[in-house]
């Protein structure tokens, strides 16, 4: 729905219920004010926190005096109602529907100042409250543009939650209340960025059970996806270029669709490419990457590549372990012995020196499942009665009464 479609009666009114309509709330216009300066070819966003609002630049991004003008209009009471209609339809044709609801949030107060082609342009305006714009001139000065908006109303809080999130895969330096926020993935083993079949970056992530998919439109989060039935990733990709200006959710969410196989296959492939790491990594990322590996292969994802690398873990009792593959376990037979740590190789069974098979239990039950070999427990070592070492404990422990009686 436009504003423009609104526009009959009541401007300020109609526009707060365009703002109510297009957003989730007044805490959301400041990271689609960022979106437009990034669409506008910011080098850099910077928020700083109001008492009933906030202040953000955006240097290197055009807003251009046309714009202002036309926001000016839409705010001047003297303006009549087919000016501030063309004001609106004007902007909205411009894609600065961003300004349109800075100045909808209810009681807000909107300053801009932009800088454009060596001259120097000032907004002060409040809808239906009066406005003024003033131009100077500022040669040699680079262009860009700072928008402060404050509103009884306004949520600084969330407001400042939402832009940590929304702001998290800008493509430029985001800082916000002066410090820098770098965002990205969280607990993230691995990562590349991709070009095709869209541009964006992959991520193997510590946590997840299902594909995990962070859509776009110009460097600001639009919606999210999750993806079930394949092993956990997660993806930020760049949707602007395949869906319209405006596009929501549920568009986003269809026209990534049709890539879907071509991402799971690049994640795997990531995954792949990262088991040569799987000796040095510490015991939960190792865990991890395995039990992804293993998922993999169990629904036929690169099942080939998946065999023959070096993913799991053998000892044999001689304090060393060492990294077979799916193939090689295979090969050993259908039943195979199995346990959680090498220590109880070492300690306390008896496996006449055959390999065993250190996994955890997610994992001895994936490889199961893909290898097709039955996974056996460890048989202990049997106790034995030593009467030399009977004879020490019990020395040791008479001597451990006496000293506390003394």
Do not use: Y
């Not at 680079?142 to 940590?164: A, K, Y």
């Not at 376990?329 to 959680?340: L, P, S």
């Amino acid at each position: 729905m436009k504003a423009s479609d609104l526009l009959v009666i009541d401007v300020a009114g109609e526009l707060q219920a365009v703002c109510r309509e297009q957003l989730r709330g007044s805490w959301q216009v400041a990271a689609e004010l960022a979106r437009f300066g990034l669409q506008r070819g910011a080098a850099a966003v910077d928020v700083t926190s109001l008492r009933n609002g906030f202040s953000l630049r955006c240097p290197g991004a055009s807003l251009g005096p046309d714009e202002l003008t036309r926001l000016n209009t839409l705010c001047v009471r003297s303006a009549d109602l087919g000016q501030r209609h063309d004001a609106v339809e004007g902007l909205e044709a411009s894609r600065a529907e961003a300004l349109l609801w800075a100045v909808g949030v209810e009681g807000s107060r909107v300053e801009v100042t932009a800088w454009q082609g060596g001259a120097k342009s000032s907004l002060r305006a409040r809808l239906d409250g009066g406005s003024t714009l003033d131009r100077t001139d500022c040669p040699g000065r680079t262009n860009g543009f700072e928008i402060r908006v404050t509103s009884p109303g306004l949520d600084r809080r969330r407001t400042l939650r939402w832009l940590e999130t929304a702001l998290r895969f800008a493509p430029v330096p985001v800082r916000i209340d002066g410090e820098r926020h770098d965002g990205g993935f969280e607990q993230c083993l691995f990562e590349t960025r991709i070009d095709r079949p869209m541009t964006g970056r992959i991520a193997v992530t510590s946590t997840g059970d299902a594909p995990h998919l962070w859509l776009l439109r110009h460097g600001v989060l639009a919606t999210r996806a999750a993806v079930p039935g394949f092993p956990a990733f997660e993806a930020a990709l760049e949707m602007a270029p395949l869906v319209r200006a405006g596009a929501g959710p549920d568009e986003l969410r269809e026209a990534v669709n049709p890539h879907l196989p071509a991402l799971i296959d690049r994640a795997v492939s990531l995954m792949v490419e990262s088991a040569d790491r799987l000796p040095s990594l510490a015991d939960e990322p190792r865990d991890r990457l395995t039990c992804l590996l293993l998922r993999a292969a169990r629904v036929g994802l690169q099942r080939e590549r998946i065999l023959a690398l070096p993913v799991v873990r053998v000892a044999d009792g001689s304090h060393a372990t060492r990294w077979w593959s799916l193939d090689q376990i295979a090969a050993g037979g259908r039943t195979v012995f199995a346990c959680d740590t090498p220590d109880r190789v070492h300690r306390d069974t008896a496996c006449g020196g055959v390999p065993v098979v250190v996994a955890s239990s997610e994992q001895r039950g994936l490889l199961a499942e893909v290898v097709g070999v039955a996974l056996q427990q460890v048989p202990r070592q049997p106790w034995r009665f030593s009467p030399r070492g009977a004879a020490a404990a019990l020395h040791r422990r008479l001597e451990g009464v006496l000293q506390s009686m003394w």
